[in-house]
């Protein structure tokens, strides 16, 4: 059974950081491309950041604040999120696209 379990999420103040976890089971991230979604308040779930054969890709919102990676023998993807804005609050999830399987997402509030 595929599984992806988030962690990492939590109340930071305008300009904080976090770095988001997601831990698979059932599912090499090596061999997979592995996505982060954010959905925040009343929008779509939309992609943030992705990462395939080490090639790493952002939305234009995130490019040069996120940065996603992947630690092969932990099988984990990490979003190391900088600079946070107040739009960053959402709730973010880990996704792999070539197994269509969610994690259960976790709650970022960015807050003045």
């Known amino acids: 059974q595929v599984q992806l379990v988030e962690s990492g999420g939590g109340l930071v103040q305008i300009g904080g950081s976090l770095r988001l976890s997601c831990v698979a089971s059932?599912?090499?991230?090596?061999?997979?491309?592995m996505d982060w979604y954010r959905q925040a308040p009343g929008k779509q779930r939309e992609l943030v950041a992705s990462?395939?054969?080490?090639?790493?890709s952002y939305a234009g919102s995130v490019k040069g604040r996120f940065t996603i990676s992947r630690d092969n023998a932990k099988n984990t993807v990490y979003l190391q999120m900088n600079s946070l804005k107040p739009e960053g609050t959402g709730v973010y999830y880990c996704y792999g696209p070539d197994i269509f399987v969610w994690g259960q997402g976790t709650q970022v509030t960015v807050s003045s």
């Open positions: 059932g599912i090499i991230v090596s061999r997979n491309t």
């Open positions: 990462i395939s054969s080490g090639r790493t």
